[in-house]
């Protein structure tokens, strides 16, 4: 679809030159669609956004689409069908559902995109946590039959596929097989171990008695108390000795009777960290715990989803529009490139969500997404919370009056003129920058927004005539 959206008319045509020049977003004539809206507490940030969205939705049709991350639940334009994410609500999306394309997708990418996106987190796994997670989920999908030599496999029904919940049962499992299973005999091997250097060191201490004794020598019967209490009598020590052999003899013939796929062994060695593999569970259970990472979609009765995220703390807030996105961006891919806009992707509060990391998906976006329709709406306080990649690639950057302290990384970051930013009055006059198709870089420009425009030319005209 091709979109566009009147903000207003050039304020310097108007004042000086007497003429009515509209400023009008067209996502067929600028090098892609995507827009900066940035403005602090009052300047009307919401307000435009909402004027844009109420304009896009009149496009949408069964082949587009319009996402919105609301966390501040006022976002929820007429058109919008609006879902509340939180534990109560239940509604939620699986990250373990694999990727089906032959190119992009399998087990090893989606176990990937998983470690990334736990990563993006404010604590990130280890070196060992991320292995030990690699292996796990790979013999949770084995377990399920889905496998990365087996590209059939990917295609497994949904309800059939893991969850982070079957992750966290799968390591709890992992963790008393190696604790009750091999670790227990090692255990007992160890205390074995210990058991018969006592009884040699205990006969060897009574035979030097012995012969001492038969020679007519004294004999040193000076025997630490530590020593005695660990050796104890020699019978006692055999006796235990005895029983604890026997006691291992029983679970090894239990563990040899339970092999059943060759591969115990290799479980052991992959799982016999009980550290990493409870932190894993602590952890997965962490992320669990939101409600909103599981096999129950919310019900979206419109291609205008407004997804109210405002419950969810900060990292869950990250978790869930990073999977959102992620799911989105693989979606326009898969269905090739395309110059007409088919998703429209609005995050409200958006410097929440950005990193200056080039693998960052919002930067990925920015980058890559016109050529799949992908079209990124972004508010925020500040133009100076972005990357770098992000503000080269945004054609429409729109400044609604950013706090003075701002200002100088304004002009330095964006190449305004300081005068842009002093004449710019909320909810009045903005500063407005366009890359349009064919065009060199341009200048930002005063705006006299649609709903002050009648007022405006009023007043100019009154002051001609006076």
């Known amino acids: 679809m091709r979109l566009q959206h009147k903000f207003g008319i050039d304020q310097y045509a108007a004042k000086q030159q007497g003429k009515t020049t509209e400023v009008i977003y067209d996502s067929d004539a600028m090098i892609n669609p995507h827009v900066l809206l940035a403005g602090s507490t009052g300047t009307g940030k919401s307000h435009q956004l909402r004027e844009l969205l109420d304009r896009a939705s009149m496009y949408i049709d069964g082949d587009s689409s319009i996402d919105i991350f609301d966390v501040h639940a006022e976002l929820d334009i007429g058109q919008a069908s609006v879902v509340k994410y939180s534990a109560q609500t239940g509604y939620g999306y699986n990250p373990l559902i694999i990727n089906p394309d032959v190119h992009s997708g399998g087990v090893l990418n989606s176990i990937n995109n998983f470690i990334r996106l736990v990563n993006t987190t404010t604590v990130q796994l280890g070196t060992k946590q991320q292995a030990t997670l690699r292996y796990l989920m790979i013999d949770l999908y084995a377990e399920r039959g889905i496998t990365e ?113 060759g591969d115990e062994l290799d479980v052991f060695f992959k799982y016999n960290n009980k550290e990493v593999m409870m932190s894993l569970v602590e952890r997965l259970t962490t992320i669990n715990s939101a409600g909103i990472f599981n096999h129950n979609p919310p019900p979206f009765d419109s291609n205008v989803r407004c997804h109210e995220i405002m419950s969810l703390g900060d990292d869950f807030q990250k978790l869930f529009v990073y999977m959102r996105l992620e799911a989105i961006f693989r979606e326009a891919r ?29 930067n990925i976006i920015a980058k890559e997404g016109r050529k799949f329709g992908i079209a990124l709406w972004c508010a925020s306080q500040s133009p100076t919370h972005f990357s770098e990649e992000f503000l080269i690639n945004t054609a429409c950057i729109v400044l609604l009056g950013i706090h003075s302290s701002y200002w ?16 710019t009055k909320p909810k009045k006059v903005v500063s407005i920058k366009m890359q349009l198709k064919g065009a060199s870089d341009p200048q930002f420009r005063s705006v006299v927004l649609a709903s002050y425009e009648s007022e405006f030319l009023a007043e100019i005209a009154q002051g001609r005539a006076a």
Not at 171 to 181: I, M, N
Not at 188 to 211: C, D, F, M, P, Y
Not at 344 to 351: F, G, K, R
Request: glycine content about 4%.
């Open 334 to 362: 898969d269905r090739g490139h395309t110059s007409e806009i088919r998703y429209i992707v609005v995050l409200d509060e958006a410097h929440k969500f950005f990193k200056d990391e080039s693998d960052n998906i919002i």
């Open 149 to 261: 030599d087996n590209v059939r496999s990917w295609r497994m029904a949904y309800e059939k596929q893991p969850s982070i919940q079957d992750l966290i049962d799968f390591t709890r499992t992992k963790v008393l097989t190696t604790q009750f299973g091999t670790d227990s005999i090692a255990t007992n091997v160890q205390s074995i171990t210990r058991l018969v250097k006592g009884i040699r060191r205990s006969k060897l201490h009574e035979a030097a008695r012995q012969k001492l004794s038969v020679q007519g020598h004294a004999v040193n019967e000076d025997l630490s108390a530590e020593e005695a209490a660990d050796q104890g009598s020699v019978e006692e020590m055999e006796s235990q000795l005895d029983k604890l052999n026997e006691k291992t003899e029983n679970m090894f013939q239990l563990f040899l009777k339970g092999l059943k796929t």
């Open 408 to 423: 100088d990384m304004a002009v330095k970051r964006l190449r305004i003129k300081l005068d842009n930013l002093k004449w």
